[in-house]
């Protein structure tokens, strides 16, 4: 055996094992909150010089705390077949509610209803799906049916839904699926938030991009065997 086959092999195997680890590793979304969730709590609003309303405006909900940067956050549906879905798939982002101590009250200020001294009433918070493209589902985690609406008893909890691609949509790594929402309040303490959009990209599947590693591999050893 050559030497120069013998190399080709050794990285071969090494980059094969190497793209079998990173397919095989978790992709979360990026941004957006701590990376995997969004904060919902609440604010006043401010003038065109960033100080408070005076009055204050309605407290009105709010999805994170610059929920406009969301435009450049995707969050990676991941293929999955075999089980009760079959295409793809993420938990991410979920939602969960503005901790106390985590409330913000520079800026914009993002305040937590869970703080009595801030609080304007626990909120009962209700989700509207207002757009979702066709071929992207946001499905309840518990049951897999759509949802277009869903309400959240007392103070919103820490939930996930399910966002899902089918298979039989015969996505493209890298198309790209977006979700615009709002919330509301049925109580009437806080106004609606502004709507939101999500953006949820395809990624590969683990075995095409094995493929599609070890190929390229093997096209740079070729030319350099050729040099």
Known sequence: ????????????GVMTAFLMAVAAAPV??????????LTVGYYY????????ADPPWPPTLLV????????????DLEYTSGGLLNGWVS??????????????????GFFSWLDANYSHGIPHVQLHVDHVDAGLQILNPDTLQPISTISFTEAFPHTHFTYYVPASQSAAPGD???????LHDLNGNLADS???????????????LVLLGTGAV??????RTAM
């Open 1 to 12: 055996m050559s030497t120069n086959l013998t190399i080709q092999r050794h990285w071969c």
């Open 28 to 37: 979360l979304g990026h941004g957006g909150g701590d990376g995997t969730h």
């Open 45 to 52: 609003g401010h003038d065109a010089d960033e100080n408070p």
């Open 64 to 75: 994170d705390t610059h929920p406009w940067e969301l435009g450049d956050v995707y969050y």
């Open 91 to 108: 938990q991410v982002p979920g939602f969960e509610p503005l901790a106390a101590e985590d409330q913000e009250f520079e800026g914009h």
């Open 176 to 182: 790209i699926y977006t979700a615009t929402l709002h």
């Open 194 to 208: 502004q709507a939101f959009t999500l953006q949820f990209r395809i990624v590969p599947e683990p075995a095409s």
């Open 218 to 223: 093997m096209v740079v050893l070729r030319r």
